[in-house]
């Protein structure tokens, strides 16, 4: 074995986990991998995927019992991020989306809107997360949408960009301020937008440098009517709803940066074991063996600081949002180190689409960027330091 797979065995998993994720592995080598390149080459969304994963029911996985899942460990759950991302990233960002996206309304709705909304979710439809605007992004405060109480209605003024699955989402929880709050950080509101609601317009989608089968959304608000049932808690409670949300949806855009790290890895490592240079294959020179031993100690330690967050998560932790941002913030970084030397090693070949590194390099870069650019995260990490009365 080598030290990947001890550390994935080590993993604590119930059995009926264990068969799941192994048969999600097998699927995603066999079925998913095989589709990627012709996806991400024509932009094309990948609803064949989209299929074949809800026929194994992943999507019931993180919907409790009484709403139609079957719901397992967070720990399995990253697992098969991972494992569905190694082998079509786009895919596997659609997918974790819906996790992304109604995890919130698991955690803060009420039973009324569980009851109403969740199933949908579970039979395998599409959830996404609507924060980001042209001029907010990693400063949430700093969002213009507007939500307008009229009656038993919320009229929703303004849009939103960058949204995955924006365009094709079932279910959108989406962020704006409440008018008639004045602090930009308590007027914060959240509410579940159902699929063809008036006034809800999907202005375009990205071309995009990478997963580029994953779509990437521009919506817009237009005097949007939504019934005021679909509230999170309540006015101006949209900020705690947020930081909640990112703290277990980081972990998760960590695992999908982790499974293109591994997939660039195993190309890097299966190409210099065959391609012969002077006389030898590339891995018996020494200066490449020692870049090698870098890569693996710093993934190998990645990984099992992914398995400490899922295990605070599952242990009902309030507090770790730092550890999440170290881990999204090294995962990223490492994922677009690892595909970056193992587009040097694969030479001029690594440039060309022929070969999956070109496409993981590209996929990689994105992952630094979203959830909090990475800057950002060194700034929370770094912060957290201050002594408390000290300025």
């Known amino acids: 074995m080598t030290v990947f797979e001890r550390l994935d065995a080590s993993l604590v998993l119930a059995d009926e986990e264990r068969m799941l994720v192994d048969s999600v592995r097998d699927f995603a080598r066999n079925e998913i991998a095989p589709r990627a390149q012709a996806y991400d080459r024509n932009a094309e969304f990948p609803w064949e995927n989209v ?48 996790f992304h996206g109604m995890k919130p309304l698991i955690d803060y709705g009420n039973e009324e809107q ?38 038993d209605a919320i009229v929703v003024d303004g849009g939103k960009t960058f949204i995955t699955n924006g365009d094709c989402a079932d279910l959108i929880l989406l962020f704006g301020k409440w008018s008639g709050i004045d602090d930009p950080k308590g007027a914060i509101s959240a509410l579940v937008v159902e699929k063809g609601t008036p006034g809800l317009t999907v202005v375009g989608t990205e071309q995009k440098m990478g997963h580029r089968a994953s779509s990437t959304a521009t919506l817009a608000f237009d005097g949007m009517r939504v019934a005021r049932e679909n509230l999170l808690l309540g006015p101006g409670d949209g900020l705690k709803i947020l930081f909640g949300s990112l703290n277990k949806s980081r972990p998760s855009v960590a ?7 591994r997939a660039a890895w195993q190309d890097a490592v299966d190409y210099i074991n065959e391609r ?14 020692f870049l090698l031993a870098d890569l693996a100690t710093d993934l190998a330690q990645c990984e099992a600081w992914l398995w400490h967050v899922a295990r605070l998560v599952e242990s009902g932790a309030a507090d770790f949002g730092i550890e999440a941002s170290m881990l999204k913030m090294r995962a990223s970084d490492l994922a677009m180190r690892i595909a970056t030397e193992a587009v040097q090693l694969h030479g001029g070949y690594g440039y060309c689409s022929e070969y999956r590194v070109e496409r993981l390099m590209r996929d990689a870069k994105i992952t630094q960027i979203w959830e909090g650019t990475n800057q950002v995260h060194r700034q929370l990490i770094g912060r957290s330091f201050i002594k408390r009365g000290k300025s």
């Not at 029911?57 to 720990?75: D, H, K, R, T």
């Not at 695992?255 to 790290?261: D, E, F, R, S, V």
């Not at 012969?276 to 063996?289: A, L």
């Open 255 to 261: 695992a999908h940066a982790l499974g293109i790290a």
């Open 51 to 98: 299929r074949a994963i809800n026929t194994l029911g992943l999507n019931q996985m993180f919907v409790p019992e009484a709403y139609g899942g079957a719901p397992l460990s967070y720990a399995a759950y990253l697992v098969c991020v991972r494992e569905i991302s190694q082998a079509c990233a786009s895919t596997g960002i659609i997918w974790a989306t819906n």
């Open 276 to 289: 012969r240079q002077s006389g030898r294959t590339i891995i018996e020179f020494q200066g490449i063996q």
């Open 114 to 151: 569980k009851q109403r909304l969740l199933p949908r979710i579970a039979q395998g439809g599409l959830g996404a997360l609507a924060i980001t605007e042209p001029s907010a992004g990693s400063d949430a405060t700093g969002m213009k949408t507007r939500f307008t109480p009229q009656g």
